[in-house]
Nanobody
Framework: QLQLVESGGGLVQPGGSLRLSCAAS????????IGWFRQAPGKGREGVSC????????NVADSVKGRFTISKDSAKNTVYLQMNSLKPEDTAVYFC???????????????????WGQGTQVTVSS
């Protein structure tokens, strides 16, 4: 069964850090790009970052550039999202999603991904 499982969410104070994990099972990430998305209450899904199948190409949204970093551990078949200098506006449910191949120019569009995890809640609050 093809599955993506996110973990690592939680409650953190402004300025703090979290590392989210996206573990894949049933397929190898060597052939898939992984995107991270987030959805805040009452808002649409926003593309945060993407890493291509080979791991050499990454994309990051302007809203998180310089604060969030995406990486991949092929041995663990897992993609990470390191989030630093968190702000209250980063509060959302974070999802990872997979698509075959590279991230591409439309990496931020959720319609190009065909496998999704269940999401993990990130809350930034004092």
């Amino acid at each position: 069964q093809l599955q993506l499982v996110e973990s690592g969410g939680g409650l953190v104070q402004p300025g703090g850090s979290l590392r989210l994990s996206c573990a894949a099972s049933g397929f190898t990430l060597n052939y898939y790009a992984i995107g991270w998305f987030r959805q805040a209450p009452g808002k649409g899904r926003e593309g945060v970052s993407c890493i291509s199948n080979a791991g050499g190409s990454t994309n990051v949204a302007d809203s998180v550039k310089g604060r969030f970093t995406i990486s991949k551990d092929s041995a663990k078949n897992t993609v990470y999202l390191q989030m630093n200098s968190l702000k209250p506006e980063d509060t959302a449910v974070y999802f990872c999603a997979a698509r075959f191949g590279i991230c591409g120019r439309s990496w931020y569009s959720d319609v190009i991904y065909n496998k999704w995890g269940q999401g993990t809640q990130v809350t930034v609050s004092s």
